[in-house]
């Protein structure tokens, strides 16, 4: 699916992507799930569902919290006080420690939530809005769109990747 460009493209593709996540998630047995103790030997914070799930939920409480000062005519600090992006690796490992006692379910609904308030938010916006360069000065060279395309439908897709790669490494039966 091409990089969405306006509100309605990124719409289905949030919806979407996010209905393919569940359904990579329902190849897992409910053993697997419950089992907070177990984690896949990959090189990768998210080694577990839960922690695929409560990573995308963190960044997208982010973008959130980004697009809601900049509506406030604040400038956020993106992407947190004081870090940059080349600190993204330590931004996920303290995501993953945030939440690594949180059970199965819980991540489930935190998603949800999450989920339901960043599709609240883009419908909130035109096109004009969300895509069009230079329209907040706090979005810099990018676009409001762009960081909800990341929060939504690109990070879904990096968590089917990457519970792939989680169901690669369960033991066999």
Request: net charge negative; charged share 25%.
């Amino acid at each position: 699916m091409p990089r969405p460009t306006s509100r309605s493209e990124l719409l289905e593709a949030a919806a979407s992507e996010y209905e393919r996540l569940h359904l990579a998630l329902g190849r897992f047995e409910p053993t697997v799930l419950a089992d907070l103790a177990w984690e896949a030997d990959i090189e990768d914070t998210s080694r577990h569902p839960r922690d695929v799930l409560t990573h995308i939920h963190a960044w997208q409480l982010l973008a959130l919290g980004w697009a809601e000062a900049g509506e406030a005519g604040g400038t956020p600090q993106v992407p947190g006080e004081g870090r940059t992006w080349r600190e993204t690796p330590e931004i996920n490992a303290e995501i993953r420690e945030r939440y690594l006692d949180t059970p199965y379910a819980e991540a489930v609904d935190l998603l949800a939530g999450s989920h339901a308030r960043c599709l609240d938010t883009i419908e909130a916006h035109t096109d004009d809005q969300l895509f069009t360069r230079g329209r907040y000065a706090w979005t810099k060279s990018t676009t409001l769109g762009a960081y909800f395309v990341s929060a939504t439908s690109s990070h879904y897709v990096w968590g089917q990747n990457t519970l792939r790669r989680i169901q690669r490494a369960l033991p066999s039966p």
